[in-house]
């Protein structure tokens, strides 16, 4: 009797635990298809933090923590993994085309053309190895091989969107069911790229015998033979009619020049005025504006009084403050034409666009959601955050129109069928290519259509890093299935060692031809190769060896139209040479 009672307890009990028996195998299901992503995400994002040597993968892992659970059987219906796989790649490209829009065409200005010309051959050299590869190391009957070698290229570069693009475009030149999984070739190169990248750089400081004192000085004599202008002080007095009754902000205008009134002397009484701030006949004012400007300002207030200005008593406390553009007015204007240092008497230090960190170089372009670190005194940086805005209540307040009519206007613009003579199939930008190239326009010119392009840097952040990681942990589930098959029982080994010499390859020829040839600073090249490979740890390592801000310059304007040709040219590269 006791006998019997335990086993129908036992019987009871796993009755009870159907439910969670159903929740990991009834694969059709919201619940098992929500656990599944869960699980596979969160464990490739821990996982991914883990460093190495100082080095992680980052969100990269959630593709190997899919390729664990698609190999154990823990997948979900193909339908439903094309689905979000596909919907997390143009989250993924379009977040990332509102990035570098902005700064996509002012990259190409002085001194961007070089770097960029330099960039889009490495592009290229890395497509060349990797055709060299395929030709000499594989079968090329085999019409899978080459869709995997393209997959070992973005491994190889560490440029996940681009292999979000090769997928896509397999779907247009294979048949349905029969489309490789690339994502193997693309998870056995990945790690070695990231090491190879920051190997290589290495190698072409030894290669070209740079010492990184050297470069660090010569940045320092750079940077001193590009001064701001030169600032003036006046102490004036108004005799302008045309003045009186007028606010400061009305002046400023109406000059448009860049000026700051720190003081004013009216009825006696020393004040600080503001833009709203009313002047009258006989004020007294304290001026400060760049030397070219000085003649043109006191022939409109008034004449030069001899009286010195008790500068001494009016210092104040140096300041740094983190400020906000929000002001329309602001979009286009140049860092080096708003004199800040010369007119404002304060210093901007770094700027920050979209999550990334930018060189605050003299030319470079003000968007509405740029913030700016500003150091000087308390009052003129307060009279700054005046004039760009600072006003983050607007931008708090998400711009979701915005994101869904670019990505519906991208998704029409990537399904136009273009036919070129030799290519198999009509072709087209896809759901990739459509929404990058639709993002970077609107985020240089969506302001010009009333579209309020601006979103918070978490905001983008969040959604580019959401798509990411339904795009990988998708892929990597899909791959799942046959990559013991695939790799530790196929080529998994030749992806390995053809993917580092992709990697290591052309930037060995492109690094030291920008050095010697052209005369880039070591730490440019460094932040050049860095955003041509689009790969964060390279720039961190950069960075943690320069004090200075050459390694962002690089990085920053060769990134835009780095991403953009890596996802372009594996649409064309699938397109051209891998239909069957």
């Known amino acids: ?43 490739g994002v ?17 593709l190997f923590a899919g390729i664990v659970a698609g190999h154990i059987g ?34 190409f200005r002085k001194g ?21 590869c395929y030709y000499l190391f594989f079968d090329t009957d085999n019409k899978l091989n080459l869709p995997m070698m393209v997959g070992t290229l973005y491994g190889a570069v560490t440029n ?5 693009a090769a997928n896509e475009a397999l779907t247009s030149v294979f048949p349905k069911g029969s489309v490789p999984q690339i994502a193997s070739g693309y998870a056995c190169a990945y790690p070695l790229g990231v090491l190879g990248i920051i190997g290589a750089t290495i190698a072409i400081r030894y290669i070209c015998r740079v010492k990184l004192e050297n ?20 102490h004036l007095k108004v005799t ?15 000059l448009n020049r860049d000026m700051v009134c720190s003081r004013m002397l009216h009825d006696g009484q020393v004040t600080i005025p503001t833009r709203d701030t009313v002047f009258a006949l006989d004020d007294e004012l304290f001026i400060v504006c760049a030397e070219a400007d000085a003649e043109a300002i006191q022939a409109f207030i008034g004449p030069a009084l001899d009286t010195p200005w008790n500068v001494e008593a009016e210092k104040q406390p140096m300041v740094s403050r983190r400020i906000v553009v929000t002001r329309p007015s602001m979009n286009g204007k140049t860092l080096g034409k708003m004199h800040f240092n010369s007119v404002y008497g304060v210093n901007v230090t770094r700027i920050t666009r979209q999550g990334m960190d930018l060189f605050a170089s003299r030319d470079h372009h003000f968007h509405v959601g740029d913030r700016i670190m500003v150091v000087g005194p308390e009052d003129n940086v307060n009279r700054v955050a005046e004039m760009m805005g600072n006003s983050v209540k607007r931008l708090d307040a998400p711009n979701i129109a915005t994101i869904f009519i670019g990505i519906l206007v991208g998704i029409l613009f990537g399904s136009i069928p273009l036919a070129i003579y030799g290519m198999p199939v009509p072709l087209k930008l896809g759901i990739a290519g459509g929404p990058l190239i639709i993002a970077i ?26 798509g990411l990681a339904l795009f990988l942990a998708s892929v990597g589930i899909k791959a799942g299935a046959g990559f013991w098959d695939t790799v530790i029982a196929g080529d998994g080994l030749k992806y390995v060692y053809t993917g580092f010499l992709i990697t290591i390859i052309p930037i060995l020829i492109v690094g030291p031809i920008a050095r010697l040839k052209f005369k880039f600073n070591y730490f440019t090249i460094m932040g050049m190769i860095s955003g041509t490979y689009t790969d964060p740890p390279a720039l961190a390592y950069a960075n943690s060896i320069c004090s200075k801000e050459a390694p962002a310059v690089g990085y920053s304007t060769v990134y835009p139209l780095s991403m953009f040709l890596r996802i372009f040219t594996a649409q064309i590269i699938v397109l051209f040479f891998c239909g069957a």
Not at 75 to 87: E, G, K, R, S, Y
């Open 74 to 107: 823990f997948t979900a219906p193909t339908n439903i993994l094309t689905f979000v796989q596909d919907f997390g790649l143009i989250l993924f490209v379009f977040c990332i085309g509102l990035q570098v829009g902005p700064g996509f065409f002012e990259s």
């Open 441 to 466: 326009l609107i985020g240089r010119f969506g302001y010009r259509v009333k579209l309020v392009t601006y979103t918070t840097t978490s905001a983008n952040m969040m959604l580019r890093e959401f």
């Open 240 to 254: 302008n009619a045309y003045i009186a009754g007028r606010t400061l902000g009305e002046i400023s205008e109406f």
């Open 1 to 43: 009797m006791y006998f019997c009672k335990q086993f129908l307890k036992t019987k009871n009990y796993i009755v009870e635990m159907d439910w969670l028996i159903n929740l990991f195998t009834t694969q059709d299901s919201v619940a098992h298809i929500a656990l599944l992503y869960s699980i596979v995400i969160a464990v």
């Open 112 to 132: 961007g053309v070089a770097l960029n010309g330099l960039a889009t051959a490495m592009i290229l050299l890395n497509i060349l190895v990797m055709f060299s």
């Open 160 to 164: 996940t969107p681009g292999l979000g």
């Open 215 to 234: 470069e660090e000085k010569a940045l320092e004599e750079q940077e001193a033979e590009n001064p701001h202008a030169k600032p003036h002080q006046m």
């Open 46 to 62: 821990l996982l991914g933090k883990v460093k190495i040597g100082g080095i992680s993968l980052g969100v990269t892992f959630v």
